[in-house]
């Protein structure tokens, strides 16, 4: 896979009760990292799922067992010189999470490794998530308190309601990872 090259699997696992949908974001070289071409093509899968009258649930991972989602691409983030760019960028952030969110059937994020930090807003916009013992959330800046970057441009701040406080404040005071131990 080239730099900059990601995929979006979606498999569908038929049953008598419905169907279980399998979205897979595969950036996994990079971390799974994503870039805008990566945000849109993970909206409209999300977009198109709403569509699916069969469908019963949803399980959303990152391919490569590494990281769930590493964040944004730096190599995009350089490109961007205006505010204007960055809230360009925050904006299709704040679009996937919100088309996770308005998906008619429950999503469950299937967070394996890391998630960093756009990845640790799509970790919690589904209705749940689970992961795997030794898991890393990690959000680095510490000037804006704790919200994601959807949260800065957007409003998009549900984290809060999910996390406990207090490792995040552990995790804002240090700037380091939290081990998330599910």
């Given at each position: 896979?080239?730099?900059?090259?990601?995929?979006?699997?979606?498999?569908?696992?038929?049953?008598?009760a419905g169907v279980v949908a399998y979205v897979v974001f595969d950036n996994a070289?990079?971390?799974?990292?994503?870039?805008?071409?990566?945000?849109?093509?993970?909206?409209?899968?999300?977009?198109?799922?709403?569509?699916?009258?069969?469908?019963?649930?949803?399980?959303?991972?990152?391919?490569?067992?590494?990281?769930?989602?590493?964040?944004?691409?730096?190599?995009?983030?350089?490109?961007?010189?205006?505010?204007?760019?960055?809230?360009?960028f925050i904006t299709m952030v704040h679009k996937l999470c919100q088309s996770i969110?308005?998906?008619?059937?429950?999503?469950?994020?299937?967070?394996?490794?890391?998630?960093?930090?756009?990845?640790?807003?799509?970790?919690?916009?589904?209705?749940?998530?689970?992961?795997?013992?030794?898991?890393?959330?990690?959000?680095?800046?510490?000037?804006?308190?704790?919200?994601?970057?959807?949260?800065?441009?957007?409003?998009?701040?549900?984290?809060?309601?999910?996390?406990?406080?207090?490792?995040?404040?552990?995790?804002?005071?240090f700037g380091g990872p939290v081990v998330a131990r599910y």
């Amino acid at each position: 896979m080239a730099a900059g090259v990601h995929k979006v699997d979606i498999t569908w696992d038929r049953r008598p009760a419905g169907v279980v949908a399998y979205v897979v974001f595969d950036n996994a070289k990079r971390l799974n990292v994503l870039n805008p071409p990566a945000l849109l093509d993970l909206t409209e899968a999300f977009l198109s799922l709403a569509r699916e009258d069969d469908l019963r649930v949803v399980v959303f991972s990152g391919a490569g067992g590494k990281a769930f989602i590493g964040g944004a691409d730096i190599n995009h983030m350089v490109t961007m010189k205006t505010s204007e760019d960055g809230r360009r960028f925050i904006t299709m952030v704040h679009k996937l999470c919100q088309s996770i969110r308005d998906c008619p059937v429950p999503v469950i994020c299937r967070a394996e490794g890391y998630a960093l930090g756009a990845g640790l807003e799509f970790g919690f916009a589904p209705n749940w998530s689970v992961g795997v013992e030794y898991d890393h959330l990690f959000m680095q800046d510490q000037t804006v308190g704790f919200t994601t970057p959807g949260g800065v441009f957007a409003g998009n701040d549900r984290i809060r309601q999910d996390v406990d406080m207090g490792t995040v404040r552990v995790n804002y005071h240090f700037g380091g990872p939290v081990v998330a131990r599910y």
